[in-house]
């Protein structure tokens, strides 16, 4: 009996450590960035630029962004021709909506139609004005947030009585 009981109880111990580790893994957020960063200067990104953008991109890794998200959004604002500290400014952008409860695509694509929107006004990558239609992008879309907050907020607070009565 004592054996047996002696067995249970390691078979116990052995399946706890198979899978522990895999239920604890958390992500390793700097194993992450080396990869994107790598991806980034595999598609041609210059180095400076993935410098640059190092510290954001880390930023919305710890927020839960994924790699292959990161990567397209990083080289579809890339290929707009904005680089540098715009390109930074960019992606910090993307993190402030994320911050607020934006999906990371989501994000990403109010982003790039600011982007548009200044390029189509005839600013370049580093213009102030192309980086103003970016902001004003994010703040439209936090307004928008805000709203469906407060529309929400106010569902629950004031429960429609829609039943029909008999």
Do not use: W, Y
Not at 15 to 27: G, K, T, V, W
Not at 64 to 92: D, F, H, M, Q, W
């Amino acid at each position: 009996m004592k054996k047996f009981l002696f067995m249970v109880v390691l078979l116990n111990l052995f399946s706890f450590l198979i899978i522990c580790p895999a239920c604890a893994q958390d992500r390793n957020v700097s194993v992450e960035l080396t990869q994107l960063r790598n991806e980034l200067l595999n598609s041609k990104l210059p180095l400076k630029d993935v410098n640059s953008v190092a510290q954001t991109l880390r930023a919305l890794l710890n927020q839960g962004s994924s790699v292959g998200e990161l990567r397209s959004i990083t080289l579809s604002i890339a290929k707009k021709g904005i680089s540098g500290t715009a390109l930074n400014t960019s992606l910090e952008s993307v993190n402030v909506l994320v911050e607020a409860g934006v999906k990371t695509n989501e994000a990403g694509n109010v982003v790039l139609g600011g982007i548009d929107k200044g390029l189509a006004l005839g600013f370049k990558g580093g213009d102030f004005g192309l980086m103003d239609n970016v902001r004003e992008a994010v703040k439209q879309k936090k307004a928008q947030l805000l709203e469906e907050m407060k529309k929400k907020s106010a569902e629950t607070a004031n429960p429609s009585t829609d039943t029909v009565s008999k």
